[in-house]
């Protein structure tokens, strides 16, 4: 007969903790294939910033003009906002781990092409095919988090996806000037092999998160897919492209708006109608999602605007080398990194809603405060901007994520996931594109009245110029040389003004994401723990 007393003395074994689908999980394997998935993410999202501290020597090593050397850039935008949206069909159809290492190996061959180039023509070609790899390796991410982990996991998942969008374009500049000085420009591109093959390793091993579903292979919508691909594409050059070409005066911008307007509404029919869209647009029903959108889009606007803005005035205007910017920008980059850990619990507390106020208000006061902007701000004056602003971002980023899938069925996590990293993306576009075009329009409308209030035939103006000449006494034409300093200073002045009234336009952006915070609508406990009709 057993002995009862030894059996009651046996500890009981600890309860195994479950996954969002209610089944035993090992969590050492899970977190290695998701931590090499975010890696993955890492590199794709710093390979749009990293090249942009070397473009000069890029352009001398192919051999390409100052107009051709830019596409470096874009075409890799464009290709990764083609490639987003579908990544949520691809995923279901091959499953999330084969769709993963495909789209790795193909983001290492086509970084190895990348720094082999030896042309224009060649670099361009192979960039777009490295952003249509990139672009698959990111949205997988989110989804991943939602339907693979509990409730209880899931913020700090949240986390650590938030983190890798802020943190990446943000050192990326810095990294990329550090290697090529270092090395080589060939080198910005080289770099992803070995990081690459981890994640395939990893991923390949432990990324088995879900099932495919071959029957999606069967009537695909090529429709969908072509027209969306028009859509998006025409978008992004016509953001891209448009401030420098003064938009709709240019013949070719005005025809690709024309485009891009009708290719999406005939896509957006499309996928409303077919039985099976190539993007599902299901998730915009849900109230939540539809403002988590837009608060998303202000949150790209903000965070690639603002990682675009301050260097840009830190070279032009104080002539700081890439060095000194690095270490300016990164101060918004340690805020995110060091308040990630402490964010994450005190949100998944409070109520979505009053966070993304708190978040937004924070990133609205912040950015607001270069509205005041002077040709003397350097570190010091930026210390508090840069701060707050990567702490109201960090808070408002968690949150919306939250409140934005926080009434979803999961059988739309992957669809919504697609959604949110495209519309990032081609916020920070539109974004790039409103400071481009304010920095354009403004620049030129304060030169003219600093040049008409301070003229030289004014008792002010006469009084700089005077002192201009005696300054250049030594040279042979000391008024001419007083007159270009003088339109050099107003010229000066006016680019410091128009730097100041982009960052409000930042800042305002900011404000009415706080705003709309409040029209969300809290949800029901335990609403996105559902795992019904997971892969």
Known sequence: MPDDSATLARPAAPPQELGADGQPVDWGKVFLGFG?????????????????????????GIG??????????????????????????????????????????????????????????????????????????IPPIFATAMTVFPPERRTMANVLTGLIVTLAPTIGPTLGGHITEALSWRWLFFINVPVGV????????????????PKLAKDIDWWGLGLMAVFLMATQYVLEEGAKDNWFEDDGILWLTVMAGLAGVAFIWRELAYRQPIVSLKPFADRNFT??????????????????????????VRGF??????????????????????????VRRL?????????????????????RITADWGFREFLTLQIVRGLGSMIAMIAAQM??????????????????NLIRNVAGAIGLAAIATI????????????????STASPQGQGMMDGLSSMMGGLSDPEGAARKAFSMLARRQAAVLSFGDAFTFLSIGAWLAAGLALFARPAPQGVAAQPQGAH
């Open 64 to 137: 390409a003009t100052q107009d051709e050397i830019s596409w470096v850039q874009t075409i890799y935008l464009l290709a990764e906002v083609v490639i987003m949206p579908l990544t949520a069909y691809l995923t279901k159809m091959w499953g999330t781990q084969r769709f993963y290492v495909i789209a790795s190996i193909a983001f290492i061959i086509t970084s190895v092409a990348t720094g082999l180039s030896t042309s224009v023509d060649m670099m361009i070609l192979t960039r777009a095919l490295q952003g249509l790899a990139a672009g698959a390796m």
């Open 351 to 371: 109520d979505p809603r009053i966070c993304m106020l708190v978040g937004f208000s924070l990133v609205g006061w912040s950015i607001g405060l270069g509205g």
């Open 291 to 316: 403002l988590g959108i837009i608060m998303t889009f202000v949150t790209g606007m903000s965070l690639f605007g603002g990682t675009f803005l301050l260097p840009l005035y830190l070279g032009q």
């Open 198 to 213: 981890v994640v395939v390793l990893l991923v390949g091993r432990y990324g088995d998160f879900d099932k495919p579903d």
């Open 403 to 420: 409140m934005t899938i926080s009434t979803l069925p999961v059988t739309l996590m992957k669809d919504a996931s697609g959604l949110i």
């Open 439 to 454: 920095l354009s329009h403004q620049t030129a409308s304060h030169y003219q009245d600093i040049a008409s209030a301070v």
């Open 321 to 346: 080398s890439s060095a000194e910017v690095g270490t300016t920008m990164l101060v918004s980059g340690l805020t995110m990194f060091l308040a990630a850990p402490t964010c994450g619990p005190i």
């Open 36 to 60: 090499a998935m975010i890696l993955g993410q890492f590199m794709a999202m710093l390979d749009i910033q990293i090249v942009a501290s070397s473009l000069v020597q890029i352009q001398a």
